[in-house]
């Protein structure tokens, strides 16, 4: 399934909002602004998805 991501990122937290392409929210909720915790927790929420 196509997903889409926006994120908000800040110096401390960023939101991550996960799409699919009809607009139906999938995901969304913060994560640490770290690049490895943003891609775990993308994976780990699109991985529950497909």
């Known amino acids: 399934m196509k997903c889409y991501v926006g994120m908000d990122v800040a ?3 960023c939101a991550v909002c996960i799409v699919d392409v009809a607009g ?3 995901f969304e909720g913060t994560c640490v602004t770290d690049p490895d915790e943003i ?3 993308i994976a780990a929420e ?3 998805v497909e």
């Open 39 to 41: 891609v775990r927790v």
């Open 24 to 26: 139906t929210i999938l």
């Open 11 to 13: 110096q401390k937290e």
């Open 46 to 48: 699109v991985s529950e």
